[in-house]
């Protein structure tokens, strides 16, 4: 069956540091890929997404490209903040869509002033 | 209106108790999910709910029971439930059949004593 690996972490970074949390993925043809943040204390919150090879997907400084020749979706911010300090999960759906989200471990990520 | 709300918030009940956890949405999605979360783990799918019709039971215990009066509004029902059943619980929405970027509630803080 489908499967999100990714790095688990926790991960302490100071402020400005550069962040990767790594993602790869098994699945069959194409499916649609997610990151998703969780704040201390809430739900779940859609950071960036692609739905087909090459797509960069963008949103608040972070960035993911969907690779399909290495099967990854690694998450970058070029410069975190206190204020990224949550928890990360990648995620897959099926190709052609799927009630269903596939959903990797989890990194917690801390961040320092 | 671009998010899902979840009442209440928090909530402690005892193993003898009934009660109700409720999620809405207007953001016209035709499908419904259920998460349950457990501390520093990914969410676990219970039930989802296509075109206000059960779709899927990921075999979950029928202390849990899932209703969709209609296509805003989702219940989960809860009676005799365990100390083990002690968890955040999430509800999302979709626009349904191959929309597949879920939209996460709030969540709902369960202990169970």
């Known amino acids: 069956g489908d499967s999100v690996t990714q790095m688990e972490g926790p991960v302490t970074l100071s402020e400005e540091a550069f962040l990767t949390i790594n993602c790869t993925y098994t699945?069959?043809?194409?499916?649609?890929l997610f990151w998703y943040v969780q704040y201390p204390g809430e739900g779940l919150q859609l950071l960036l997404k692609?739905?087909?090879?090459?797509d960069k997907g963008s949103n608040k400084g972070f960035e993911a490209t969907y690779r399909k020749e290495t099967t990854s979706f690694h998450l970058e911010k070029g410069s975190v903040q206190v204020s990224d300090s949550a928890v990360y999960f990648c995620?897959?759906?099926?190709?052609?869509?799927?009630?269903?989200?596939?959903f990797g471990k989890g990194m917690k990520l801390t961040v320092n002033p | 209106d671009t998010e899902v709300t979840q009442t209440p918030k928090h909530l402690v009940m005892g193993m003898t108790n009934k009660k109700s956890l409720k999620c809405e949405q207007h953001?016209?999605?035709?499908?419904m999910y259920w998460y349950k979360q457990k501390a520093k783990k990914p969410p676990e799918l219970m039930f989802v709910?296509?075109?206000?019709?059960?779709?899927i039971n990921e075999s979950v215990p029928s202390r849990f029971s899932p209703e969709c009066p209609n296509s805003s509004l989702l219940n989960l029902h809860l009676h005799a439930l365990q100390p083990e059943d002690s968890a955040l619980y999430l509800c999302?929405?979709?626009?349904?059949?191959?929309?597949?970027?879920?939209?996460f509630g709030p969540g709902t803080r369960l202990t169970v004593l």
């Open positions: 999302a929405s979709t626009r349904g059949h191959s929309y597949n970027e879920q939209f």
């Open positions: 699945a069959t043809g194409y499916p649609s």
């Open positions: 692609a739905t087909k090879a090459d």
């Open positions: 995620a897959l759906s099926e190709q052609g869509g799927s009630e269903k989200l596939v």
């Open positions: 953001m016209g999605h035709r499908a």
């Open positions: 709910y296509s075109y206000e019709k059960l779709s």
